[in-house]
């Protein structure tokens, strides 16, 4: 068993112990917090696993001027809330409900963002069990006021939790005592692995973190290649618009072909055997992401090269890791002659199922008398 193998293997205890709490009618009730839309939340997933495991399930959408608690098996029930209080009360009606008696779960997926709305409401539902959802680090980059703003910020929600749940290993350095759960895809592999056109894909949220230095070498040092670009850029930043545009003038041989619903990332992924996870590194805006990317390609079966961020480590007998233009173009070479290092089945382990029983036990452990994590 590899140190990625032990780290993805969820033990037959504690799905069987997932089974119980399903089958006993007892099921647990999940209310996730957010100031992203459903659409485009990664948790939505987790959620997915979790509903379809028998829990009563919630997402929320904290938008200031338009919130809404979204129910039912596939979260097609849209409630409009017209304000806190609202909110509130059909919370409290939701969670209050459960048959078995089981306090509900609050997930705080909020980020950052409105710490007001946040502790308001769990001041009023605080008798339930609040999960931090601590996704990436979330002071990124800001200085001065704005990351005293957002320390005390974290601090708070840290202070208010029964536990805390990482998405990067690597943060357990920032909160020792907290819950790894690693990310994972809904993707399965739908293409022939051994189709190498010379088109690349990436898939992304193009930023800072985004090694624009290196998509440009990497396009210089392969014209024969076809670097394929998908995804917004945050914020709509003018200087990550600019980098873009520079690339696809420079180099005909990069596309863009912007912003996509996350509906369609099987279909895109699905017209391509390699996929490229480009990051700046030794920077601090990457030390502590777990991209969503990674675990796609991985999933669906294409070969991956990926910039050494800390994320990939565990990943390093299924990838290529490349720091420079002539490592990546080396990867390339050994695949279009066949080489190929992910194995196809990972889809398997790294799922939301998976990860659901991994969670449903967190709760368990957290819902324990005494057993609150110590932050």
């Not at 709305?117 to 996704?135: N, S, T």
């Not at 020792?176 to 051994?194: E, G, K, V, Y």
């Not at 670097?227 to 930043?237: K, M, P, S, T």
Request: hydrophobic letters at 45%; glycine letters at 6%; charged letters at 25%.
């Amino acid at each position: 068993m590899t140190a990625s193998d032990s780290m993805l293997a969820i033990s037959p205890v504690a799905t069987a112990a997932s089974a119980a709490v399903t089958r006993d009618g007892s099921a647990r009730k999940f209310v996730f917090l957010s100031f992203r839309p459903f659409a485009n939340d990664f948790r939505r997933y987790l959620l997915g696993a979790l509903s379809e495991a028998g829990h009563a399930c919630a997402h929320v959408l904290l938008n200031r001027k338009a919130m809404e608690i979204r129910t039912g098996r596939a979260f097609d029930v849209v409630t409009p809330v017209a304000d806190l209080g609202e909110l509130t009360r059909r919370l409290a009606g939701f969670l209050s409900s459960d048959p078995g008696g089981n306090a509900g779960v609050i997930v705080n997926s909020a980020g950052n963002s409105a710490p007001d709305v946040i502790l308001r409401l769990w001041a009023r539902l605080r008798e339930h069990l609040w999960i931090y959802d601590v996704f990436d680090e979330l002071r990124y980059d800001a200085r001065g006021a704005k990351r005293l703003q957002w320390w005390l910020t974290d601090r708070a929600y840290v202070s208010t939790a029964s536990g805390c749940c990482l998405l990067s290993a690597e943060l357990k350095e920032r909160y020792a005592s907290a819950f790894h759960l690693n990310n994972a895809s809904h993707l399965t592999p739908i293409r022939r692995r051994d189709d190498f056109d010379r088109r690349i894909v990436v898939t992304a949220s193009f930023d800072d973190r985004t090694d624009f230095v290196l998509l440009d070498a990497i396009a210089q040092a392969a014209p024969e290649m076809t670097i394929d670009l998908y995804g917004a850029v945050y914020d709509n930043e003018p200087g990550i618009l600019s980098a873009l545009d520079r690339l696809t003038a420079t180099h005909s041989n990069v596309r863009y072909y912007g912003r996509f619903d996350m509906d369609r990332i099987g279909e895109i992924l699905s017209d391509y055997a390699v996929g490229l996870v480009p990051y700046r590194t030794a920077f601090g805006m990457t030390r502590f992401i777990n991209p969503d990317k990674l675990f796609h390609y991985l999933c669906a079966g294409l070969e991956i090269i990926a910039s050494p961020i800390p994320a990939v480590r565990c990943f390093r007998p299924y990838l290529y890791e490349a720091a420079d233009a002539p490592a990546v173009v080396s990867a390339l070479h050994r695949i279009r002659n066949g080489e190929r290092r992910n194995p196809g089945d990972l889809y398997e382990s790294l799922n939301w199922r998976v990860r659901s029983q991994e969670f449903l036990r967190m709760v368990e452990q957290l819902a324990t008398p005494g057993r609150r994590q110590a932050s």
